[in-house]
């Protein structure tokens, strides 16, 4: 089965948590704490697989999660860190982030990895808050939860030669007789439902990759008929060859038909729009393979044609030495830019603060990911750990900037899914 595009939810592990204790042992009856750090959570990791032609192995995974960090232990025990989990995939797979539609990864290459969510940080155990002014803390942190992202896995095929076209034109038949594919051919529209590739060897030892990509139809760039399956994959290809139905089989007019492909290309990408191009013209053989032949070139006198007659394996020799020609000038070309991608860098002002603050229904609502991450690993069944908790609050300012927004001491203050009365 083919699948070139999911969507799952992935779920980094939460750090082990940090432990609260102190030395026990005979004759030392005044022990220093020795709570042990939590270990990180694992990581969700894509590892691209060159053996793999689909993503149909993720399609029935809807939800990935890492396994937790191990929590630390008294005697000043670090729990292990716990392992990644390790996904493999495609070449040419892209990772989305299915909320903003930005790309986080492109993964193009064998054995290239990228982490797609972020293990939480363990928790520091007792020993860790240890200080001159307090040498026996009885708090330790939680661990930090994981990255929990809702991803779009999507892949566009790894191929040098695209071949495109109107259904039934011929495209599978070329692509069979030049290289080891096998693809399923038929006398009907939309025999090739997913794309096809084969690798085709020169006699001078070079080869490349050619794909034979789902027909067009008018209207494909907005989604009509396979338009999208057939476009994205379309985008990873250095060179379209236009595949023609040059002898009119069907009534076609070739003419009409490649303004038509031309037209859903335009339409679809500017990277589609300014590739290589050349154009195929097939079914030489029929009566009026000529005429037409003679009547596009008069209207594209700028493309470079060439004829072939797949039925009677003509023209091929020469079709395949000008590809192989070509891409040994073009340069590899990355289809997206840098805004394209989803970016971790985050740029903080002076005056800038990591929170925010609003009012809904009389409740104070506070926000931000420092905050939020702070309030997640406090113990409150600590009381240093709730104090400390306090002072980190006071110390980004938050009480300050309650008063001034017209809070009094008594209102409620909301973190997350909790709320707590403002006070002193």
């Not at 709730?386 to 017209?406: H, I, S, T, Y």
């Amino acid at each position: 089965m083919f699948v070139d595009e999911t969507t799952i939810k992935v779920i980094a592990g939460k750090g082990g948590d940090g432990c609260t204790s102190f030395r026990r042992e005979k004759y030392i009856p005044m022990g220093g704490p020795d709570g042990g750090n939590g270990g990180k959570g694992g990581d969700i990791v894509f590892e691209v697989d060159k053996g793999l032609k689909t993503l149909v192995d993720l399609r029935y995974k809807k939800i990935i999660k890492a396994d937790k960090g191990v929590n630390g232990k008294g005697s000043t025990r670090n729990g292990a860190n716990a392992s990644d989990i390790i996904i493999k995939v495609p070449e040419g797979t892209t990772v989305y982030d299915a909320d903003t539609n930005l790309v986080l990864a492109d993964l193009t290459k064998d054995k290239e990895t990228f982490i797609v969510a972020h293990g939480g940080r363990g928790g520091r155990g007792n020993k860790a808050f240890a200080t001159h002014s307090d040498p026996a803390p009885k708090f330790s942190e939680l661990g930090c939860p994981g990255e929990e992202k809702l991803i779009k896995c999507e892949l566009k095929v790894m191929a040098d030669v695209g071949l495109i076209g109107m259904p039934s034109v011929g495209k599978s038949t070329i692509l069979s007789l030049i290289s080891s594919a096998k693809p399923k051919i038929g006398a009907y529209h939309f025999t090739t439902l997913n794309p096809n590739l084969g690798v085709v060897k020169l006699q001078d030892k070079r080869s490349f990759v050619m794909a034979d990509l789902p027909g067009l139809i008018e209207g494909a760039s907005e989604g009509a008929g396979l338009g999208h399956k057939f476009l994205k994959h379309a985008m990873r290809t250095k060179i379209l060859a236009h595949v023609i139905d040059m002898g009119s089989f069907e009534g076609r007019n070739p003419i009409e038909d490649y303004e038509k492909i031309r037209k859903e290309i335009d339409a679809f990408h500017d990277k589609l729009k300014n590739k290589k191009e050349i154009v195929i013209a097939n079914k030489m053989d029929l009566e009026e393979a000529e005429e037409n032949l003679k009547e596009f070139k008069k209207a594209y006198p700028k493309l470079e044609v060439y004829p072939i007659s797949a039925i009677h394996q003509d023209g091929f020799d020469h079709l395949i030495k000008k590809l192989a020609d070509l891409l040994d000038t073009l340069e590899e070309e990355k289809i997206y830019n840098e805004e394209d991608y989803e970016s971790y860098i985050v740029y903080k002002f002076q005056n800038e603060r990591p929170y925010t603050i609003k009012n809904e229904n009389g409740i104070w609502i506070l926000e931000g990911n420092d905050i939020e991450e702070l309030f997640k690993m406090t113990r409150f069944t600590e009381d240093e750990a709730v104090l400390r908790f306090a002072r980190k609050l006071k110390g980004m300012g938050v009480e300050e900037e309650l008063e001034r927004l017209g809070a009094k001491r008594g209102d409620e203050v909301q973190i997350l899914d909790y709320i707590f009365e403002f006070k002193e």
